[in-house]
């Protein structure tokens, strides 16, 4: 049992460059997210998925796009990188919350750490 | 407003202390309240999990919700230095969107 995974790990790219990060869970878990961490920003949602076929946007979806083609898999596209798109991206799944009477499962990936120059 | 305001700290507290953290919202909607435990270079990692109001107890952890007030707590009790990591706080609605609070640094102190 894998949990959440995330690849590549680091990257560098230059402006104008694409590249798809890639999520991985093992868990049968219906929701997936991409999330961006920057110094005093928080975690910002960029996009999230509820299931294999679906995506939405979340907060700060504008220069990416995804795909959940695959339940387990989850990807993050940059089109055309831009420097402000320097930051730590994290992959998250989990179920849906159970309410009251249950309990509630989410699991993070390590992170892909991006530099645009 | 941010739909989630916590303050950024840092926080700094000797070991063996009472630890509160705090989070306001704006968006009356929230029914679900999460805590994590960030530590540096990490993902972040799910602490608590708490529907609509009341008090959740795990350990020596324990979470509380005031919807009335739209400010939701985590507290740690005794301390330990491993307790030392970015906090944050976290909500959602019926919309499927999970939104965070910007975290707070704790330093418990040895």
């Not at chain 1, 998925?49 to 989850?74: C, H, I, M």
């Not at chain 2, 009356?28 to 990692?45: H, V």
């Not at chain 2, 979470?63 to 740690?76: M, T, W």
């Amino acid at each position: 049992n894998a949990g959440v995974t995330q690849t590549p790990k680091f990257r560098v790219l230059k402006t104008g460059q694409s590249m798809t990060l890639l999520c991985a869970q093992d868990m049968n878990h219906e929701y997936m997210y991409w999330y961006r961490q920057d110094p005093g920003m928080g975690l910002r949602l960029i996009h999230y998925s509820v299931g294999e076929g679906t995506t939405a946007k979340g907060e700060v979806p504008d220069g990416y796009n995804v795909s959940r083609l695959k339940k387990q898999n989850f990807l993050l596209g940059l089109e055309s990188a831009a420097p402000s798109q320097t930051s730590v991206y994290f992959c998250a799944s989990s179920y849906w919350f159970s309410g009251a009477t249950g309990t509630y499962e989410q699991y993070f990936g390590p992170g892909t750490r991006l530099t645009v120059t | 407003q941010k739909e989630v305001e916590q303050d950024p700290g840092p926080l700094s507290v000797p070991e063996g202390a009472i630890v509160s953290l705090n989070c306001t919202y704006s968006n009356s909607a929230f029914q679900y309240f999460m805590w994590y435990r960030q530590y540096s270079r990490k993902g972040p990692e799910l602490l608590m999990y708490t529907y609509s109001s009341g008090n959740k107890e795990d350990g020596r952890f324990t979470a509380q919700v005031d919807k009335s007030s739209k400010y939701i707590s985590l507290f740690i009790r005794d301390s330990q230095p491993s307790d030392s990591a970015t906090y944050l706080c976290a909500m959602s609605a019926q919309d499927d969107k999970i939104i965070f609070g910007k975290g707070t640094r704790l330093h418990i102190l040895p």
